[in-house]
């Protein structure tokens, strides 16, 4: 590959292993051409390929091991989730912007599957929410929520776009959620998800069903959320104390971490 005259040799070898990562070229934790490679590439010097490295490494692009390479780096960011926090919450972590777009917000009444989680009457109307979830404007996830009545009653559609179910009730009606149970399985995308999410049909999907509750132990909603695999993946840490008798089946729990792939800045 040919060099432009003017321009310094290693920022424009930087920006093309930039864009070649960007586009996909090269995934996370894909090992990167050997500055030999690289340096026959460009008809340069190993030195001024070693600058174009050690750029990308200061902007966390890529990163080096001793002895085997340059290898990409997973952009995506991780955020502390043993603290209970909302898609929001989240987002801001990540620093990506939160929306979301309600397809559906309507009573239903509840099966006896649905009605046992949320400790109703089967057969009771409750609240369904479904909603497209974005972060920089693009799919990130597609959830499907219901809510007994007593609480579904104090949302507004409308308010739903920019403002979580959680900012929502402890704001403006000051109810807490107090804890989350969490169920993480995988699956694909059928025709209606792959259409929302923009992805293919029979994607991966990370689904999440969560189940909220309240003071006195009163569930507030249970949510079924479809996560587009690509975007997302939940990292554990585990913590072992050494001066305690815990065994090591038993490990603390330190972080349970949400780790989102960034969307490029196209603003």
Same mark, same amino acid.
């Given at each position: 590959?040919?060099?432009?005259?003017?321009? @310094?040799?290693?920022?424009?070898?930087?920006?093309?292993?930039?864009?070649?990562?960007?586009? =996909?070229?090269?995934?996370?934790?894909?090992?990167?051409?050997? &500055?030999?490679?690289?340096?026959?590439?460009?008809?340069?010097?190993?030195?001024?390929?070693?600058?174009?490295?050690?750029?990308?490494?200061?902007?966390?692009?890529?990163?080096?091991?001793?002895?085997?390479?340059?290898?990409?780096?997973?952009?995506?960011?991780?955020?502390?989730?043993?603290?209970?926090?909302?898609?929001?919450?989240?987002?801001?972590?990540?620093?990506? *912007?939160?929306?979301?777009?309600?397809?559906?917000?309507?009573?239903?009444?509840? @099966? =006896?599957?649905?009605?046992?989680?949320?400790?109703?009457? &089967?057969?009771?109307?409750?609240?369904?929410?479904?909603?497209?979830?974005?972060?920089?404007?693009?799919?990130?996830?597609?959830?499907?929520?219901?809510?007994?009545?007593?609480?579904?009653?104090?949302?507004?559609?409308?308010?739903?776009?920019?403002?979580?179910?959680?900012?929502?009730?402890?704001?403006?009606? *000051?109810?807490?959620?107090?804890?989350?149970?969490?169920?993480?399985?995988?699956?694909?995308?059928?025709?209606?998800?792959?259409?929302?999410?923009?992805?293919?049909?029979?994607? @991966?999907?990370?689904?999440?069903?969560?189940?909220?509750?309240?003071? =006195?132990?009163?569930?507030?909603?249970?949510?079924?959320?479809?996560?587009?695999?690509?975007?997302?993946?939940?990292?554990?840490?585990?913590?072992?104390?050494?001066?305690?008798?815990?065994?090591?089946?038993?490990?603390?729990?330190?972080?349970?971490?949400?780790?989102?792939?960034?969307?490029?800045?196209?603003?």
């Amino acid at each position: 590959m040919k060099l432009k005259q003017g321009a @310094p040799r290693h920022s424009q070898i930087s920006q093309w292993l930039r864009k070649e990562i960007e586009d =996909g070229t090269y995934m996370p934790d894909e090992k990167l051409p050997s &500055e030999n490679e690289l340096a026959k590439k460009f008809g340069v010097s190993r030195v001024t390929i070693r600058r174009a490295l050690q750029s990308l490494e200061s902007e966390e692009i890529i990163y080096r091991c001793q002895g085997l390479g340059s290898f990409v780096s997973d952009t995506r960011t991780p955020h502390n989730l043993v603290r209970l926090t909302d898609f929001n919450e989240d987002m801001e972590n990540a620093g990506l *912007e939160a929306s979301s777009i309600v397809k559906a917000f309507k009573t239903v009444e509840a @099966p =006896g599957w649905l009605a046992e989680i949320l400790h109703v009457a &089967e057969g009771n109307k409750v609240l369904q929410i479904d909603r497209l979830r974005l972060g920089n404007g693009e799919p990130i996830a597609y959830d499907i929520t219901w809510m007994p009545i007593l609480y579904g009653q104090l949302l507004q559609e409308d308010k739903l776009q920019d403002k979580t179910i959680y900012q929502t009730l402890e704001e403006e009606y *000051e109810i807490p959620i107090i804890r989350g149970t969490y169920r993480i399985s995988a699956d694909v995308a059928d025709n209606y998800l792959s259409t929302q999410l923009k992805a293919d049909i029979n994607a @991966p999907l990370l689904t999440i069903n969560r189940l909220s509750f309240t003071i =006195g132990d009163k569930p507030v909603y249970y949510q079924q959320r479809y996560y587009r695999s690509d975007k997302v993946m939940y990292e554990m840490t585990l913590e072992r104390d050494k001066n305690n008798s815990t065994s090591a089946s038993e490990l603390p729990l330190k972080e349970f971490v949400p780790v989102f792939k960034k969307t490029k800045d196209t603003g």
